[in-house]
T-cell receptor, first 117, second 116 residues
Framework: GAVVSQHPSWVICKSGTSVKIECRSL??????MFWYRQFPKQSLMLMAT?????????EQGVEKDKFLINHASLTLSTLTVTSAHPEDSSFYIC?????????????FGPGTRLTVL | AQSVTQLDSQVPVFEEAPVELRCNYS??????LFWYVQYPNQGLQLLLK??????LVKGINGFEAEFNKSQTSFHLRKPSVHISDTAEYFC??????????????FGSGTRLSIRP
């Protein structure tokens, strides 16, 4: 159990376009989902925390107007990179927390590699 | 604020040799500790976690870690590594007493490369 999927697994887009990445908890309900960004050979940096039915909480330095997060249901959160530029190219990973369960447990998706040309 | 330091960015080891990946944390409050593994172009998989109780924690794939409160360390060990253990390993912490929605703070990662 506790499977998290992401779609797409990779995407290439032109500069200036918008890209939407989906994060789904397949076999459990997740009131909270997290979005991370990982640059090559670096650690995961938390971008925002998304709670179902409410606005996301962004980390300092993350542009909320550029990285739009929607958590419309207990199994789906989306990250939209608006007007993407080459510097937005990165590996984006989501994680989801169960509504109940062991404290501190998050389940990670397989990641989405975004390349902006 | 909490922080995590992984002292080695890369650790090369011969196959079947033992390995230790070091992790130190800093926090003024109690934390939960985790080790995650990331294979190339994949997400993170939980190896093991320390929440409370025995300070020696056993995880998947033959890994174990020991929580040392006095040294604020949570080093990861495996007595005999395999080629398939080649991956990036991340140490992480989160605050205790919070729900599973707590933020996780990751270390910078250690790349474990296994040589035949």
């Amino acid at each position: 159990g506790a499977v998290v999927s992401q779609h797409p697994s990779w995407v290439i887009c032109k500069s200036g376009t918008s890209v939407k990445i989906e994060c789904r908890s397949l076999d459990f309900q997740a009131t909270t989902m997290f979005w991370y960004r990982q640059f090559p050979k670096q650690s995961l940096m938390l971008m925002a925390t998304s709670n179902e039915g409410s606005k996301a909480t962004y980390e300092q330095g993350v542009e909320k107007d550029k990285f739009l997060i929607n958590h419309a249901s207990l199994t789906l959160s989306t990250l939209t990179v608006t007007s993407a530029h080459p510097e937005d190219s990165s590996f984006y990973i989501c994680s989801a927390s169960r509504t109940s369960g062991v404290t501190g447990s998050q389940y990670f998706g397989p990641g989405t590699r975004l390349t902006v040309l | 604020a909490q922080s995590v330091t992984q002292l080695d960015s890369q650790v090369p080891v011969f196959e079947e040799a033992p390995v230790e990946l070091r992790c130190n944390y800093s926090s003024s409050v109690s934390v939960y500790l985790f080790w995650y593994v990331q294979y190339p172009n994949q997400g993170l998989q939980l190896l093991l976690k320390y929440l409370s109780g025995s300070t020696l924690v056993k995880g998947i794939n033959g890994f174990e870690a020991e929580f040392n409160k006095s040294q604020t360390s949570f080093h990861l060990r495996k007595p005999s590594v395999h080629i398939s253990d080649t991956a990036e390993y991340f140490c992480a912490v989160t605050l205790t007493g919070y729900s599973s929605a707590s933020k996780i703070i990751f270390g910078s990662g250690t790349r474990l490369s296994i040589r035949p």
